[in-house]
């Protein structure tokens, strides 16, 4: 009797040690989110596609990113119908899966991690067209929120591993807050209240550039928030951005107005612009976002400023990365 103890007691040990490590497993196997940033996959059938609930979609997700010089949608979207959705589809990043007969009640539903790492999956259940649509567009400023805050979560996250590098040390000395960049830039001017950094590369034979300025000045009213002064500002300061000859320099565009948006910043009010650049005397030019604040405890402005030139390229992903940089801020 002892010994049939305690080969049962073994038993069960042996049991339980599968299931934690079974557990274990299901945690670990899944895969790495796929599929390009600013890509999503929509699975709905094609009645409904082509229909209204498409044309909800469609509106959400595809309409024009602001603050570009040539038209881009926010994301590229690209139609399943639930018979294709195979499993090669399942790991990519962004989902939104539409579901709709007659027995359903209207339910709208986001989940995270479901088939890949980092992944991002709404659900909406509907008994017709027209209430899946309505669904779509009532809540399309909070889904486009879900998304665009997961893929500057996502950009974050590869760069929060980079140990602290030379430029980044730079920024926390002279600004007294962190950023999460990657490696490959360089300081390219510096004064007291000003910082210009840049990354270069080709991509096949043509230039892309992405840089960030930083500066500061005293805080005096609220009426620095006020589009007008926030550009008067950007254009003091970028005169310190040389284009590629001698006496050309960085510039807002006066013929467009930026976007503009109040957005929380690591817990501060913010100033958010999107707008566009050129270098006087030169043919250069592109997109720009800017982000103002006040560090209180200093009493002084800091903006930090992304720019992009790519000419050959769209500029929508290359602007989102420095967004992600920009928003990863802690200040100290």
Known sequence: ????????????????????EIAEMNETVLPRASGKSGEMIIVSDSVYFNNKTGDAIKETFTQTQEGLPQQEPLFNIIHLPHRSF???????????????????????AINTDVWSKDQLIVSIEAPNDSIAAETIRKNSTALLDY??????????????????????????????????????????????????????????????????????????????????????????????????????????????????????????????????????????????????FVDEKRNQVITIDGYVYCPRFDKREYLRELEAYILSIKLN
């Open 1 to 20: 009797m002892a010994r049939i103890i305690q080969i049962l007691i073994l038993i069960v040990s042996v049991s339980l040690f599968s299931c934690e």
């Open 86 to 108: 195979a499993q090669i589809f399942k790991t990519n990043r962004n989902i939104v899966i539409v579901d709709i007969k007659p027995e359903y009640k209207n339910k709208l």
């Open 147 to 292: 998304f665009n805050s997961k893929e500057n979560e996502r950009l974050q996250l590869k760069y929060s591993q980079n140990k602290p590098n030379p430029v980044s040390k730079q920024i926390k000395t002279q600004f007294h807050f962190d950023l999460k960049i990657d490696d490959l830039y360089r300081v390219a001017k510096r004064t007291d209240d000003f910082l210009w950094i840049r990354k270069e590369k080709l991509v096949g034979e043509h230039p892309v550039s992405q840089g960030l300025i930083i500066y500061t000045y005293p805080y005096v009213s609220d009426s620095t928030f006020e589009v007008a002064n926030l550009v008067e500002k950007r254009n003091e300061f970028t005169k310190n951005v040389q284009g590629t000859s001698e006496g050309t320099f960085m510039q807002s565009y006066v013929e467009f107005i930026p976007k503009e948006r109040e957005i929380n910043l690591d817990g501060m009010y913010a100033k958010e612009l999107r707008g566009l650049w050129h270098v006087k005397g030169d043919f250069m030019g592109g997109p720009f976002i800017n982000y103002t």
